[in-house]
């Protein structure tokens, strides 16, 4: 069985970065990836997703402030968060599908691996 495990996680004031990883092991292969977050009282959400192409989606709440990246031979996720705002609040996910591009990439149901989640807090 394989693991998805988050880190980078942590607090900051608004305007500052972080930037998150997510380090895949025991899975043969993992293409199209992305990173969903949940903050309390709401549903989770796609925050960034690419796919086998390396082609990629954001939400339009984190578009010019993240960008999401990844390593193949580091079989490695990054999400570099710049900009950060309150309402980025959340736990944030990674995620992985064997697919090599998918129909709705920031849907959760594209994908069927899923980390534990690292938290991220803004203040204001």
Same mark, same amino acid.
Request: proline share 2%.
């Given at each position: 069985q !394989?693991?998805?495990? *988050?880190? !980078? +996680?942590?607090?900051?004031?608004? !305007? +500052? &970065?972080? #930037?998150? &990883?997510?380090?895949?092991?025991?899975?043969?292969?993992?293409i199209s990836m992305a990173w969903f977050r949940q903050a309390p009282g709401k549903k989770r959400e796609g925050v960034a997703a690419i796919d086998g192409f390396s082609r990629t989606t954001y939400a339009e709440s984190v578009k010019d402030r993240f960008?999401?990246?990844?390593?193949?031979?580091? #079989? &490695?996720?990054?999400? *570099?968060?710049?900009s950060l705002k309150p309402e980025d609040t959340a736990m944030y996910y990674c995620a992985g599908s064997?697919?090599?591009?998918? #129909?709705?990439?920031? #849907?959760?149901? &594209?994908?069927?691996n899923w980390g534990q989640g690292t938290q991220v807090t803004v203040s204001a």
């Open positions: !394989g693991q998805l495990v *988050e880190s !980078g +996680g942590g607090a900051v004031q608004a !305007g +500052g &970065s972080l #930037r998150l &990883s997510c380090a895949a092991s025991g899975y043969t292969n993992l960008t999401i990246s990844k390593d193949n031979a580091k #079989r &490695s996720l990054y999400l *570099e968060m710049n064997l697919a090599y591009e998918l #129909r709705e990439p920031l #849907r959760e149901y &594209s994908y069927n």
